[in-house]
Nanobody
Framework: QVQLVESGGGLVQAGDSLRLSCAASGRPFSRGAMGWFRQAPGNDREWVGHITWSDGATYYANSVKGRFTVSRDNAKKTGYLQMNSLKPEDTAVYYC???????????????WGQGTQVTVSS
C-alpha cells in the first residue's frame, strides 16, 4: 500500500523560501509522476506542479513558474517542492500526490499525502 508523508511546512514571511518533502513508501516508484497540489481556505484544490519519476521532466502552474521547483530523489523515493520568493497568496495546505501513469503535462492522482500547512505572512 502506497503511503505519502509530507514535511517541511511552516510559517514564513513574504520573500522567504521553504522546502517541502514527500516521502513515498509501499513499493518501488520508477514510472508515473509525483505531483504537488495546494488548497487555500474556501478554494478548490489546485495543481502546483509535477515531475516524472523516470526522466525528471517537470511541469508547473503559471502562478508558481520561476519561483517553485519540483525535484525527486529516486533512490530515497522522495519528492521535493522548493518554494522561493513566497507570497501571502501562496498560503495553503500543500499536498503531494502520485500518479501511476506518465501523462506528460497532465496528472491524474492515484494516491494523496495528508497535507502540510504553509503560511506566508506579509
Amino acid at each position: 500500500q502506497v503511503q505519502l508523508v509530507e514535511s517541511g511546512g511552516g510559517l514564513v514571511q513574504a520573500g522567504d523560501s521553504l522546502r517541502l518533502s514527500c516521502a513515498a513508501s509501499g513499493r518501488p516508484f520508477s514510472r508515473g509522476a509525483m505531483g504537488w497540489f495546494r488548497q487555500a481556505p474556501g478554494n478548490d484544490r489546485e495543481w502546483v506542479g509535477h515531475i516524472t519519476w523516470s526522466d525528471g521532466a517537470t511541469y508547473y502552474a503559471n502562478s508558481v513558474k520561476g519561483r517553485f521547483t519540483v525535484s525527486r530523489d529516486n533512490a530515497k523515493k522522495t519528492g521535493y517542492l522548493q518554494m522561493n520568493s513566497l507570497k501571502p497568496e501562496d498560503t495553503a495546505v500543500y499536498y503531494c500526490a502520485v500518479d501511476d501513469v506518465v501523462r506528460g503535462g497532465s496528472i491524474s492522482v492515484d494516491y494523496w499525502g495528508q497535507g502540510t500547512q504553509v503560511t506566508v505572512s506579509s
